[in-house]
């Protein structure tokens, strides 16, 4: 991607003279790409709280099984949201080096593994799902409601999927309005028919929940194709090309040279989560605790998770592209300010997270056990959530350049090893209870949270090809 003559470098930099991401003010770039994420994401927020809500009318055994469904649902979706980080880091550099055609290429290639592995998750998916449930320690009413949730859910997995990667591929290029509004009506979407279908007038239960989902994303998706289909990314919807030239072998593994670590990125902490659920199965009162982690990590999700992936996916663009256009210590510095924008959004929330944790919780359940157990994990994790911050920005900003294998590590040692050894050791001993699961969160989050910022000093990301 190197100019190879002077007419080529100037061109380039005319070019990139005209768009804020890769030239101007930083500031402006991050604003660019994070406040339509932050849209997004809060919007997806207010779908997975409203799924909460509904589920907890329902009782606290549908809110255990909605919660570790849906565990279940990120669990089978991992290969196939990895090509989001490949799609993103190896088109973001193409365009940020003004090679177009190439960044078209890829963009097809990933929609094309996209729908080869959702189709596969899917099938094995709904082959496996119920056996899971009741694996991770999920008593049988659980797995009951759980298995209503996953039913339809499992067959949103492949127009999800998609909508994601066409997202993905919108972001590349710096375009993040259009993911904003997608993804926004989806979330919409959901909640208007998690309503519907579950509370009046059709009183579905837990199979209403993953209908909506199905319903969302596919209409989603089908308005990201209209789009694309009218944009100069067009080619990257050519079926019929796609159909003759198939699955490029050399694509797919470079999409899953960077995907792949970010897909055992993603699954340490889906892992962990079922280890959590299973240690909090061998407790006392197994529901109690399962029905208040699946409340807990929906809160964490709202204030914390979703906002600051929306600036992961901002950062991972960013990066990716000034990375293409050859400014390194541009793509560093967006870095660092975007850390500092995560922190200081997250201790608000932990802040509220830690004062305010009975009305949330009240909100989130009716279950009076339930309410005070989630108290505790609110106030305890309330401190944990800048770190967490730190890792995902962190995070996006080494997938945008293709660097992944070393935030991996550090993500499986903290989430799969850390975290539950001392939930292990906290909960199962003599004096044990719930509380020390919610410690170790804060505890594996906040150490996570450390080795990802020095890992980002060290700089080595700087010179990962894609």
């Given at each position: 991607?190197?100019?190879?003559?002077?007419?080529?470098?100037?061109?380039?930099?005319?070019?990139?003279?005209?768009?804020?991401?890769?030239?101007?003010?930083?500031?402006?770039?991050?604003?660019?790409?994070?406040?339509?994420?932050?849209?997004?994401?809060?919007?997806?927020?207010?779908?997975?709280?409203?799924?909460?809500?509904?589920?907890?009318k329902l009782g606290s055994t549908a809110l255990a099984g909605v919660g570790l469904a849906g565990q279940l649902w990120y669990f089978f979706m991992m290969l196939t949201l990895a090509l989001a980080a490949g799609t993103t880091a190896i088109v973001s550099r193409y365009w940020g080096a003004r090679d177009h055609k190439t960044a078209v290429e890829a963009a097809r290639q990933s929609l094309i593994c996209a729908t080869v592995f959702s189709v596969t998750a899917t099938v094995i998916a709904l082959i496996v799902?119920?056996?899971?449930?009741?694996?991770?320690?999920?008593?049988?009413?659980?797995?009951?409601?759980?298995?209503?949730?996953?039913?339809?859910?499992?067959?949103?997995?492949?127009?999800?999927?998609?909508?994601?990667?066409?997202?993905?591929?919108?972001?590349?290029?710096?375009?993040?309005?259009?993911p904003m509004v997608t993804t926004s009506t989806a979330a919409l979407l959901v909640v208007l028919f998690d309503y519907v279908a579950c509370i009046h007038p059709f009183h579905l239960g837990c199979t209403g929940l993953g209908l909506s989902w199905l319903l969302a994303s596919s209409i989603c998706f089908t308005g990201n194709v209209w789009v694309l289909n009218r944009s100069e990314l067009r080619d990257c919807m050519n079926v019929s090309k796609?159909?003759?030239?198939?699955?490029?072998?050399?694509?797919?593994?470079?999409?899953?040279?960077?995907?792949?670590?970010?897909?055992?990125?993603?699954?340490?902490?889906?892992?962990?989560?079922?280890?959590?659920?299973?240690?909090?199965?061998?407790?006392?009162?197994?529901?109690?605790?399962?029905?208040?982690?699946?409340?807990?990590?929906?809160?964490?999700?709202?204030?914390?998770?979703m906002p600051m992936y929306a600036l992961n996916l901002a950062i991972a663009t960013i990066v990716g592209q000034?990375?293409?256009?050859?400014?390194?210590?541009?793509?560093?510095?967006?870095?660092?300010?975007?850390?500092?924008?995560?922190?200081?959004?997250?201790?608000?929330?932990?802040?509220?997270?830690?004062?305010?944790?009975?009305?949330?919780?009240?909100?989130?359940?009716?279950?009076?056990?339930?309410?005070?157990?989630?108290?505790?994990?609110?106030?305890?994790?309330?401190?944990?959530?800048?770190?967490?911050?730190?890792?995902?920005?962190?995070?996006?900003?080494?997938?945008?350049?293709?660097?992944?294998?070393?935030?991996?590590?550090?993500?499986?040692?903290?989430?799969?090893?850390?975290?539950?050894?001392?939930a292990y050791v906290l909960v199962a001993g003599p004096h044990g209870s719930l509380s020390g699961t919610w410690l170790a969160m804060a505890i594996s989050a906040g150490l996570l949270g450390i080795m990802m910022l020095l890992q980002f000093r060290k700089g080595t990301w700087k010179q990962q090809e894609v």
């Open positions: 991607m190197a100019p190879t003559s002077a007419v080529d470098f100037v061109e380039r930099e005319l070019t990139a003279s005209s768009d804020p991401i890769t030239s101007g003010p930083i500031w402006l770039a991050i604003w660019d790409m994070s406040w339509p994420m932050l849209l997004n994401m809060w919007a997806l927020s207010a779908a997975s709280f409203a799924e909460v809500w509904v589920a907890g799902c119920r056996p899971l449930l009741r694996l991770f320690g999920a008593a049988p009413a659980v797995e009951l409601e759980g298995w209503k949730y996953m039913s339809l859910g499992i067959l949103a997995m492949v127009p999800y999927t998609l909508l994601w990667i066409t997202n993905s591929i919108f972001r590349s290029t710096g375009d993040a309005r259009t796609a159909f003759r030239e198939g699955i490029s072998r050399e694509w797919m593994a470079r999409l899953m040279r960077i995907g792949i670590p970010s897909c055992i990125q993603d699954l340490a902490l889906i892992t962990s989560n079922f280890m959590l659920f299973l240690i909090l199965a061998h407790t006392a009162n197994p529901t109690l605790g399962q029905a208040t982690w699946a409340v807990g990590c929906r809160i964490e999700d709202v204030g914390t998770i000034n990375l293409g256009a050859r400014r390194a210590d541009r793509a560093e510095q967006a870095g660092w300010y975007m850390v500092w924008v995560g922190g200081a959004l997250t201790a608000v929330f932990g802040i509220i997270m830690f004062f305010f944790a009975h009305p949330i919780a009240h909100l989130m359940t009716n279950d009076p056990a339930v309410v005070s157990q989630t108290v505790h994990y609110l106030q305890i994790t309330a401190a944990s959530q800048p770190f967490i911050a730190a890792w995902l920005v962190i995070s996006g900003a080494l997938q945008g350049a293709g660097y992944t294998r070393m935030p991996m590590v550090w993500t499986v040692l903290c989430f799969n090893f850390i975290r539950p050894a001392i």
